[in-house]
């Protein structure tokens, strides 16, 4: 089991407290199309020193994703904010469950600042769950944005924010700072959500990027899913219908790979030729852009995918 120091107490905690007495979950062996390199060029090494320098996180780092290597090399890098702790405990996720710690009100302008010196033509910032704030932290995204749009004012922004549930005026705080993406994962269909992610609700997911494209006709949304949860194809078709319901722009599918023992095991590997099938039907129900393929997550490729989705629109 993975863990990490814990700064306050000064003695060893789990990274995962709610799942160290969990029974193990088997692990199954990766097929090859799953397999990457491990990150070691220039390129990461010197994004890793800008992040580090910054006093930031990453959702890269965090929750252990595969492209981090690719992805560093070209300097490009996830921001997470408001800490490493998240107030939840999805079963999926290899962030850091506890209770967080108070806000840093520098952290816009370290984000700036490191977006600055990565030179980064687009920018995401994600974060932890903070459902002990009252807002959520929708205030502090919004300060993000706002200091990003200041120091580099040519580099458009996507936010992959939570779900603020039971958050009065949260996404309204985080649409006034005009992102130019607004992302929320739904992560999985609804009848796996008890097991797989249990603070959350699907329709209040779905109502959130409504509520976004609502407030804002012009502004991007986006929402993505993994496979290999215990799904049915069926139900993956559905999610496509509910979001496109929603208006949703931008769908992204992905295979859920396990991060430890302890998490929701992988309940099969998807092959890549059911992505292509699935990227399809979701072309076909009216999404303008969509990336479905085995590696494929939130921020992959990110900025590419912008471009190519703001030529869509102005076609």
């Known amino acids: 089991m993975a863990v990490v120091i814990d700064n306050v107490l000064g003695a060893k905690a789990p990274r995962h407290p709610e799942k160290a007495h969990r029974p193990d979950q088997p692990v199954l062996r990766k097929p090859d199309w799953i397999r990457v390199k491990a990150p070691v060029s220039p390129g990461y090494g010197e994004t890793r020193r800008i992040?580090?320098?910054?006093?930031?996180?990453?959702?890269?780092?965090?929750?252990?994703?595969?492209?981090?290597?690719?992805?560093?090399?070209?300097?490009?890098?996830?921001?997470?904010?408001?800490?490493?702790?998240?107030?939840?405990?999805?079963a999926f996720c290899?962030?850091?469950?506890?209770?967080?710690?108070?806000?840093?009100?520098?952290?816009?302008?370290?984000?700036?600042?490191?977006?600055?010196?990565?030179?980064?033509?687009?920018?995401?910032?994600?974060?932890?769950?903070?459902?002990?704030?009252?807002?959520?932290?929708?205030?502090?995204?919004?300060?993000?944005?706002?200091?990003?749009?200041?120091r580099c004012p040519q580099t458009t922004i996507e936010v992959l924010t939570p779900d603020f549930l039971r958050k009065p005026g949260a996404v309204e705080k985080v649409v006034a700072a005009r992102p130019d993406v607004f992302n929320h994962n739904?992560?999985?269909?609804?009848?796996?959500?008890?097991?797989?992610?249990?603070?959350?609700?699907?329709?209040?997911?779905?109502?959130?990027?409504?509520?976004?494209?609502?407030?804002?006709?012009?502004?991007?949304?986006?929402?993505?899913?993994?496979?290999?949860?215990?799904e049915e194809r069926n139900q993956v078709l559905q999610v496509m219908d509910d979001l496109r319901?929603?208006?949703?722009?931008?769908?992204?599918?992905?295979?859920?790979?396990?991060?430890?023992r302890k998490h929701h095991p992988v309940v099969r590997f998807v092959p890549p030729d059911e992505f292509?099938?699935?990227a399809t039907i979701a072309y076909a129900k009216g999404f303008s852009m969509v990336s479905a393929s085995p590696l494929t997550r939130s921020s992959h490729h990110a900025g590419e995918d912008f471009a190519r989705l703001k030529a869509l629109r102005a076609r």
């Open 94 to 150: 290899n962030v850091k469950t506890g209770i967080p710690r108070t806000l840093d009100a520098a952290e816009p302008a370290h984000v700036a600042d490191a977006t600055a010196k990565l030179g980064l033509a687009h920018v995401v910032v994600t974060s932890v769950d903070r459902d002990d704030l009252d807002d959520g932290g929708a205030a502090h995204f919004a300060a993000v944005i706002r200091a990003v749009r200041a």
């Open 245 to 260: 319901s929603a208006d949703v722009d931008f769908l992204t599918i992905g295979q859920y790979l396990q991060p430890s």
């Open 186 to 230: 739904l992560e999985t269909v609804p009848s796996n959500y008890l097991t797989v992610r249990p603070g959350a609700r699907y329709f209040a997911s779905i109502r959130l990027l409504q509520r976004a494209k609502e407030i804002d006709p012009l502004i991007f949304t986006k929402s993505g899913i993994m496979v290999g949860l215990g």
């Open 51 to 90: 992040v580090r320098d910054n006093g930031l996180h990453t959702v890269c780092e965090e929750a252990g994703c595969p492209n981090i290597g690719e992805c560093w090399e070209k300097k490009h890098a996830t921001f997470m904010i408001m800490g490493d702790t998240c107030t939840r405990a999805c």
């Open 276 to 278: 292509k099938a699935l």
